[in-house]
């Protein structure tokens, strides 16, 4: 069993910077790939970002690229994303979620565990 909570959302200007984290409970954080989703309002959620078990392998949605950056510290069992250059479509709720398998999966439905969310609004 893995517990997720997310912190570091808020209120930013466009152009503006955020870092998310994510805090696991547990011994087993090191066998997990962590994922960040985001959901907006009336819209489906969507992959964000992944990152492999010990951190050597990350993939990013298109839109993301350049701009955010994954990254984990498994002595702290957290997961990290850092935003730079944010837009007002990146407004929505970020949801982390650990996948037990090694492979870097970008489908939601894999994932097994997943924290509340996390409010991020990015104002024009």
């Known amino acids: 069993q893995v517990q997720l909570v997310e912190s570091g959302g808020g209120l930013v200007q466009a152009g503006g910077s955020l870092r998310l984290s994510c805090a696991a409970s547990?011994?087993?954080?090191?066998?997990?790939?962590m994922g960040w989703f985001r959901q907006a309002p009336g819209k489906e959620g969507e992959f964000v970002a992944v990152?492999?078990?010990?951190?050597?392998?990350?993939n990013y949605t298109d839109s993301v690229k350049g701009r955010f950056t994954i990254s984990r510290d498994n002595a702290k069992n957290t997961v990290y994303l850092q935003m730079n250059s944010l837009k007002p479509e990146d407004t929505a709720v970020y949801y982390c979620a650990a996948d037990i398998t090694p492979i870097l999966r970008l489908d939601a439905l894999n994932y097994d565990y997943w924290g509340q969310g996390t409010q991020v609004t990015v104002s024009s």
């Open positions: 990152i492999s078990r010990r951190g050597g392998s990350t």
């Open positions: 547990g011994r087993t954080f090191s066998s997990y790939a």
